[in-house]
């Protein structure tokens, strides 16, 4: 590991730093979250973005196949040969020309970063072949988190390669949806059910790691946010090196947004790029809190010199008023997001906006994704019912380049897809009108049609 790496502090006026080689998710000194900072006048840093080309022939290397660690220069915090891989990152940036219409952007300026191709469906495994990579380095045995369902297949599933690390995953009543449970129980994974929602599954997670010295692998984690960095990366990769305009991700924990920010806010200072992407942050109406701390409550980063007394009142506020989150996009359905603060910087660094959109705008945006030929789990579909809301109200043009992040496969949650397509009113009642879907206007629903070849041949044929 290299001696040019360190953890710090992301408040400015603290700006504590420790080793690599300690396990912390919060400054010890004041609290705040910790970044993965570099030395980068000490380090081999690429002259150029497109150096990074000369990796693609090295596909007989493990950690250069990986989507995330053929970017080690730009994340250097472990050795490359140390490096935790099962294949991550082979992602794709697609020009949906159908997408692009439905969200009133010109043809060719929509593209979908699919994460859902990740070796667990989501895009956490860049993220988590950082964490297993930094646990794997201080001798981890345990990896510890609280989920929604990604997080949870994701570390189960590279405890489950690694041999060497038992996953323990803490979940929510009902809080899950069974496409991602099944994979953290194929996976071998030791799955505990807690009475409450993500957050006091969170609260718990934290408290017990910490008593039990077990690795905690959420997104305070700050080696975890270096893996998801590289999604970015990939995206400049896809576009010949070229900066969109806008990128456009789901707003959950906040983990992609605030590692987005970083990833862009690097690049620049390196010279590697020479502007940053307007950012856009797209909350659920169910789990809105960023979109009111940014819009309401007008909570900015500024500097680092963040009205935290104000966070706090609002998540007191919160409290006494019992307000849960609640949305059908499950992998967004948080109350509490740990990474607020960074995400916060991100918006800062990247002149970002926070809206958001009805559980009924998701699906009809993911009924348009899916139509185009990539199936999403629904809080992926938040970037889209979020760049149409944008494109509406002239912030986005037209003529601008916008990438929208699709962060989990659609059979992660295929429950929700098949409510909205199946034409059946009870599943309707049962799965979508509790979050306020009153229409499936993009429904295909299948037909029914007798055992009789004639009766068959008619209905194909309309």
């Not at 809206?355 to 579909?381: M, Y």
Request: glycine fraction near 8%; proline fraction near 4%.
């Amino acid at each position: 590991m290299s001696d040019h790496v360190c953890q710090k502090c992301i408040d400015p006026n603290c700006g504590a730093t420790f080793s690599v080689d300690e396990v912390l998710t919060a400054c010890p000194k004041c609290g705040n979250l910790l970044d993965i900072s570099y030395e980068w006048d000490k380090l081999p840093v690429p002259k150029s973005l497109k150096e990074v080309e000369k990796y693609w022939a090295m596909r007989d290397v493990p950690q250069r196949f990986s989507g995330v660690w053929k970017f080690h220069d730009l994340l250097p915090f472990a050795d490359l040969e140390k490096c935790v891989t099962v294949g991550e990152g082979q992602t794709i940036l697609q020009n949906s020309r159908g997408v692009a219409k439905y969200t009133g952007m010109n043809e060719g300026n929509l593209f979908l970063q699919y994460e859902g191709m990740n070796p667990s469906g989501s895009f956490k495994d860049n993220g988590m072949c950082a964490a297993t990579t930094h646990a794997s380095m201080v001798g981890a045995t345990r990896a510890a988190c609280a989920s929604t369902g990604n997080t949870s297949a994701s570390l189960a599933l590279y405890c489950s390669c690694l041999h060497t690390m038992k996953a323990v995953i803490f979940i929510g009543d009902g809080k899950i949806a069974y496409g991602k449970l099944s994979q953290a129980l194929d996976y071998g994974a030791q799955t505990l059910q807690i009475h409450g929602d993500f957050d006091d599954a969170m609260a718990r997670v934290k408290e017990v790691s910490k008593k039990l010295g077990i690795y905690l692998v959420n997104s305070v984690n700050p080696f975890r946010l270096e893996g998801q960095k590289t999604i970015m990366f990939r995206v400049l990769e896809a576009l010949r090196w070229n900066v969109p305009d806008w990128i456009v991700v789901p707003g959950g924990n906040l983990g992609n947004s605030s590692s987005f920010g970083k990833a862009f806010h690097e690049l620049y200072e390196l010279g590697l790029i020479d502007r940053i992407p307007r950012l856009a942050v797209i909350n659920a109406a169910g789990a809105d809190t960023l979109f009111r701390v940014f819009n309401e409550e007008k909570i900015r980063w500024n500097g680092g010199n963040t009205d935290r007394a104000k966070i706090n009142a609002f998540f007191k506020q919160m409290n006494d008023e019992g307000r849960r989150a609640n949305t059908i996009a499950s992998a967004i359905e948080i109350n509490r997001p740990v990474n607020l603060e960074k995400c916060l910087r991100a918006l800062e660094w990247c002149n970002g906006v926070v809206r958001k959109v009805s559980d009924q705008q998701i699906l009809d945006a993911k009924s348009q994704v899916g139509a185009c030929g990539f199936g999403c789990e629904p809080a992926s579909a938040a970037s889209v019912a979020g760049t149409k809301l944008l494109r509406e109200e002239g912030v986005i043009a037209p003529t601008d380049r916008v990438v929208c992040i699709l962060t989990g496969h659609q059979l992660k949650d295929p429950t929700a897809t098949v409510a909205y397509h199946c034409g059946d009113p009870k599943k309707f009642d049962e799965v979508l009108r509790p979050h306020g879907v009153t229409t499936c206007a993009f429904a295909n629903n299948p037909i029914k049609v007798e055992n009789d070849v004639d009766d068959i041949v008619r209905a194909i044929e309309g």
